[in-house]
């Protein structure tokens, strides 16, 4: 069973923006609070990469194609980790995908963003 569940895709023109939203409901807060967290995404017929990653102490690094324009979050009280996404280009499509660091083997479905004018 999937530890974490995402959502907030669609389907938006280039230039908007969206926010995704990863739930990991399955932990205890006091867990979820030390877990650093990523978020990885899988392009149509493309092997799955890293996006952005925030430690426990809400520090951040994201990967160059996406330095910038997104931005990762994470509300522990919540049990939540977002991903602003601004100035989304086409080559923003793809299956968005959140895990811990080091990552479940099990995967949440992922969510679907698809930038298209």
């Known amino acids: 069973q999937a530890q974490f569940v995402e959502s907030g895709g669609g389907v938006v023109q280039p230039g908007r923006s969206l926010r995704l939203s990863c739930a990991a409901s399955?932990?205890?807060?006091?867990?979820?609070?030390?877990?650093?967290m990523n978020w990885y995404r899988q392009a149509p017929g493309k092997g799955r990469e890293w996006v952005a990653a925030?430690?426990?102490?809400?520090?951040?690094n994201y990967a160059d194609s996406v330095k910038g324009r997104f931005i990762i979050s994470r509300d522990n009280a919540k049990k939540l980790v977002y991903l602003q996404m601004n100035s989304l280009k086409p080559e923003d499509t793809a299956v968005y995908y959140c895990?811990?660091?080091?990552?479940?083997?099990?995967w949440g479905q992922g969510t679907q963003v698809t930038v298209s004018s």
């Open positions: 895990n811990k660091d080091p990552p479940s083997e099990s």
């Open positions: 925030i430690d426990y102490g809400g520090s951040t």
């Open positions: 399955r932990f205890s807060e006091i867990l979820f609070r030390l877990l650093p």
